[in-house]
């Protein structure tokens, strides 16, 4: 599968969808705060729809016949 989620992107993500759902969960937020599935799971597949169609990526440009 099309990676486009680079590590530092993939944890701000992950930290950013797990504290939605952490603070929903504890009641210190409305039930918007289940929007936080969305960056958790880009996070987690490394890969956002919404990067796509624009072609950008966060990961780090792979190395071509030793050229950077």
Request: glycine residues 16%; proline residues 7%.
């Amino acid at each position: 599968m099309l990676q486009n989620v680079g590590t530092v992107d993939r944890v701000i993500r992950i930290a950013a969808g797990l504290g939605l759902i952490g603070a929903t969960m504890l009641g210190y937020i409305g039930p918007w705060g289940w929007i936080g599935v969305v960056p958790l799971t880009t996070g987690v597949f490394r890969f956002c729809p919404a990067y796509w169609p624009f072609g950008l990526s966060t990961c780090p440009m792979k190395r071509v016949n030793g050229n950077r």
